[in-house]
T-cell receptor
Framework: KQEVTQIPAALSVPEGENLVLNCSFT??????LQWFRQDPGKGLTSLLL?????REQTSGRLNASLDKSSGRSTLYIAASQPGDSATYLC??????????FGSGTRLLVRP | DTEVTQTPKHLVMGMTNKKSLKCEQH?????MYWYKQKAKKPPELMFV???????INESVPSRFSPECPNSSLLNLHLHALQPEDSALYLC??????????????FGPGTRLTVT
């Protein structure tokens, strides 16, 4: 059974710092991995999608990498801003096309 | 347009009520999903519709009844719910339900409180 783990569970950084969020999964038989952002009480906003054949994707200040063989992904946020404060969720699409989510990292960027 | 809309935003219902949640997308997607999210937990898949047919039911209690009247619309009918069913209900859609390249787009959710 696929399990997705995110470390750390919470992170507080000063504005301007570069940071890395980690995601690991137990079964490497995945189709893709998505990173989402969720603000309190709101829906999920898709940030980046990495196909299983890809190594990384970039969007603005965000860069996500995928190492399928080791079951790991990282989300790199450059020059963090208070507006980046949110919960970040990673999810893998398993062999039955279901999205399996990690528990998320709650990020606080302090002004 | 990558928008998925959900109504209502908030819903309070008693355990004997019948209510429905609605989800709509106009991206031409042929797969639609219902997720349930409890506070401080990740979303959990409930149902998947692919080409208007129910393809996945994650052993959800029968007091939750999904319906897909057409390719743009997804409903979740609620009846005789329990207080523990209080949660954020999220709808999502993707181009198809059986492609590994699909990106799922989520709506803003309906915050349901069962009293």
């Amino acid at each position: 059974k696929q399990e997705v783990t995110q470390i750390p569970a919470a992170l507080s950084v000063p504005e301007g710092e570069n940071l890395v969020l980690n995601c690991s999964f137990t079964d490497s038989a995945i189709y893709n991995l998505q990173w989402f952002r969720q603000d309190p009480g709101k829906g999920l906003t898709s940030l980046l999608l990495i196909q299983s054949s890809q190594r990384e994707q970039t969007s603005g200040r965000l860069n996500a990498s995928l190492d399928k063989s080791s079951g790991r992904s990282t989300l790199y946020i450059a020059a963090s801003q208070p507006g980046d404060s949110a919960t970040y969720l990673c999810a893998v699409m398993d062999s039955s096309y279901k999205l399996i989510f990690g528990s998320g990292t709650r990020l606080l960027v302090r002004p | 347009d990558t928008e998925v809309t959900q109504t209502p935003k908030h819903l309070v219902m008693g355990m004997t009520n019948k209510k429905s949640l609605k989800c709509e997308q106009h991206m031409g997607h042929r797969a639609m999903y219902w997720y349930k999210q409890k506070a401080k937990k990740p979303p959990e898949l409930m149902f998947v519709y692919s080409y208007e047919k129910l393809s996945i039911n994650e052993s959800v209690p029968s007091r939750f009844s999904p319906e897909c009247p057409n390719s743009s619309l997804l409903n979740l009918h609620l009846h005789a719910l329990q207080p523990e069913d209080s949660a954020l209900y999220l709808c999502a859609s993707s181009r198809t339900g059986t492609s590994g390249s699909n990106e799922q787009y989520f709506g803003p959710g309906t915050r349901l409180t069962v009293t």
